[in-house]
Structure formats: C-alpha cells, structure tokens
C-alpha cells in the first residue's frame, strides 16, 4: 500500500490489555502465547503503522489499542499483544524474529509468500470462517494462493491514479490532465517553467520503489513478469521506460534525487503545493486534506501511448503462523476483524479500501473513494504468489530508484540476476 498500499491496516481487539506503544517493546514473539493459569491466551501480533508514528493521532498504536480493547471486551480469555512497526523496518524485524525461532502469530504486511515455502503459516480456512472467506473480493483472494491453497488473507486494498494541482495547472496554462507520457512531458515542462518546483513527484525511495515503478512498467506494457510467467525486469519495455524516467529526472521535471524520497515525503509536498502532480491512492487524500489543498483532481495514470487500462492493485495481507497453536482463538479475532466495523474504521482513518464485498457496499456513497473502488476490478498485482517475491520486492524498493541516476540497462539487470536467483 507498502499498497504498501501501502499500500493495509487491521481491526480490533479489546479491553483487558494496556499497550505499550500498541504492544510489546521486543522485537520479540511467538514464545509469550501460552496460556495463563487463568485459561487466558495470549496472541503475539506484528503489525505494519499505516499513520504518522507514534504518538500521532492516526498512529497504529492508537489505532490497534481501540481494535484491541474492543475485542477482548467481547473475548476476554483472549489477549493480544500487538506491536507495531514502520514499513521501513518491518520486513527485517519480522525476518530477525523468524530466524531466532520467535514468530508471532499474527503477522499484517505486505507480502506473506515467502513464509509458505518454509511451511511457517495456517492455511485460511484454518483460521477464517467461510462466510468470512466467501464474502472476499475474489480476485483477491486469488492471491492469497500458492500451489491451489491459501495463505494469504487480504487486509486492505488500494488502487492507483493520477492527482493533478488544478491551480498550478491553471497557471501554467495547461487545460486537462495529460493521458501520454509525452503530454505528461509537455505539461511537465510547463509547470517547471511557471515555477514549480517537483513538476512531477518521484517518489523511488525504499518504502515504495516496487510501486510506483509498477506503474511505470504498466504504462509500457511491462511488468516485473512476462505473460508466461517469468521474470522480465529487465525486459526492452522496462529498460526503455525507467531510460524515459531517467530523461524527465535529468531535465529537472520530477522529484530531486527520486530514488532517496519515499512517498509519504512527496505526497506532503503535493499538499503543500510544491507538485504539480504525482501518482497516489485513495491513503494520500488525508495528507492532501491535512495540509489545506483543495482544488485537486483525480485522472486515469498516463502510459506511453495512452491512459492505463489498468491500475496497480495492492493488497497488504494479514496471516497466522502455526508454531503456537491457537488457530481457534486466531479465528475468533479475524472474524471479529472482517465482520464488524474495524474495516470501516480503516478506511476513515487511512483511506484505504475493504477487500470485502460488504466492506465495499458500504462505501460506495463516498465520491473521494470512487474512482479508486471503480478502479479494483479491473486491477494488475505484484507477483505475490510467487515465494520468491519474498527476496525480489526488497531488492527492488532497496536498488531500482538507481535505474534513474545510472545506467538503467544496468541496475535492471541486476535486479533480473537476483530474482533468477532467488529461493
């Protein structure tokens, strides 16, 4: 959502519990769930902050502790010890922790692919009822699948376009949103020339390089994949994109240096008035609203002949792993999650969207969210079923920001030597 979508975020768990920043201060885990002399278990669960950090209003923190508080109210011989970390941090902590044989439980991220081939995780209909299950996006679902079974429960979703600055545009004399790369040029260089700054923001850094690059792949009909499966990051389509992006970087038309800015960073200097457009989902809306701009729009994101016929679809994912056992007490919180109003608050807090068919209804009124919910069906994803995406994704948020500053040819092929290596 690193959908990231960046891009997800979860529901909630209940009273008993007295969280210290949301959980434990550890970078520990499965060891402390056994159950008390009372008959209480305790669930360890790591999960990614969707907020601002701690002590923030919309910090996961908060956010879990009203999950939390509401569950173990309603189950009190459950406690759940949540601890939250940022998306920069998250995949080496929880790597650190499977590694010294201290999983936790619960586990809500980006990806869960790579904990399947060493045998770490329930299967869903383990630990999600079927109505549960029945009532997922089914797409979605689908991606919760390695070798015809599922692993992966979708947390939250998101979708892709473009935002545009409406009074910047005005100014620079550009009357609609570009739907090529070279309009997309066009109007870049119009905006720079009327004083923008971040003609177009960039945001290549680590917390999101694998994303916004997706899109650009998209726009060319590349991907991280070809259409018989293998892997093609270095493709000519590729190669010839990120060769275009290096061209828009070199002229001064983007983000300064992309491939150390991450998105959060770009999307406040859109807010701020400082981008004449960028790449967001429906979780960039409240940094938009928090820092007062208004006359802003939404358009399909430019490919380089045309606009996309596709978004990138991202779903962070929620799993349990089956070291400690509970698959019953795991059930009755992810039930409790997708079947009360945890998803609604989600989306509220962060914008970002239900992977539910009734999480969906009841958003549908929402007209800021509606290009985006319009947008799901019709989505492209990572290639989260394939375990090797577990090593290829931080390899790619950690180097191809380069393929922007040196020889794209180069850093591309570097990235195909890694995933034809991995696992």
């Given at each position: 959502m690193n959908m990231k979508l960046a891009g997800g975020a979860a529901l909630g768990?209940?009273?008993v519990l007295v969280l210290s920043s949301c959980g434990s201060t550890d970078s520990g885990g499965g060891n402390n769930t056994q159950a008390s002399a009372g008959g209480q278990v305790t669930l360890k669960m790591v999960a990614a902050d969707y907020g601002d950090g701690p002590g923030k209003p919309n910090s996961g923190e908060t956010f879990w502790k009203g999950v939390v508080d509401e569950f173990q109210a309603a189950n009190p011989t459950i406690k759940v010890d949540?601890?939250?970390?940022n998306?920069?941090?998250?995949?080496?902590?929880v790597a650190t922790m499977v590694q010294n044989g201290q999983v936790p439980d619960i586990l809500q991220t980006g990806d869960y692919s790579g904990f399947v081939k060493d045998g770490l995780l329930y299967k869903t209909d383990e630990v999600l009822s079927p109505a549960v299950s029945g009532d997922m996006l089914q797409k979605f679902a689908e991606f919760g699948k390695v070798d015809g079974a599922s692993y992966g429960i979708p947390f939250v979703s998101s979708a892709r376009a473009l935002f545009y600055n409406k009074d910047l545009f005005e100014k620079a004399g550009i009357t609609e949103p570009p739907k090529t790369w070279d309009e997309l040029k066009a109007a870049a260089e119009k905006l720079k020339k009327s004083g923008v700054t971040q003609p177009f923001g960039l945001p290549l850094g680590q917390e999101e390089a694998q994303g916004e690059s997706f899109l650009w792949m998209l726009g060319n009909g590349g991907g991280y994949k070809d259409a018989a499966g293998k892997w093609a990051i270095n493709s000519?389509?590729?190669?010839e994109t990120f060769t275009y992006m290096k061209g828009l970087v070199d002229a001064g038309l983007t983000t300064p240096n992309p491939g150390t800015k991450d998105r959060?960073?770009?999307?406040?200097d859109f807010g701020a008035g400082k981008v004449g457009m960028v790449n967001g989902g429906p979780m960039s809306i409240p940094i938009f609203d928090a820092a007062g701009l208004k006359n802003y729009a939404v358009a399909p994101i430019p490919g380089k002949a045309g606009p996309l016929d596709t978004t990138l679809g991202v779903m962070d994912w929620i799993m349990a792993f089956n070291k400690n056992g509970h698959?019953?007490?795991?059930?009755?919180?992810f039930?409790?999650?997708?079947?009360?109003?945890?998803?609604?608050?989600?989306s509220d807090t962060y914008k970002l969207l239900p992977v539910t068919n009734g999480g969906i209804q009841k958003l549908a009124s929402d007209e800021k969210l509606k290009p985006f919910l319009?947008?799901?069906?019709?989505?492209?994803?990572?290639?989260?079923?394939?375990?090797?995406?577990?090593?290829?994704?931080?390899?790619?948020?950690?180097?191809?920001g380069g393929a922007v500053k040196d020889d794209p040819a180069k850093v591309l092929g570097e990235l195909q030597k890694t995933a034809e290596a991995a696992g």
């Open positions: 768990l209940a009273t949540v601890q939250v970390i998306w920069n941090d998250i995949d080496k902590q000519p389509q590729n190669v959060k960073t770009v999307w406040e698959a019953a007490e795991i059930k009755k919180f039930d409790f999650f997708y079947t009360g109003n945890a998803a609604t608050k989600i319009d947008a799901l069906p019709n989505a492209s994803f990572y290639p989260f079923q394939d375990p090797k995406w577990a090593e290829v994704n931080p390899a790619i948020k950690q180097t191809i």
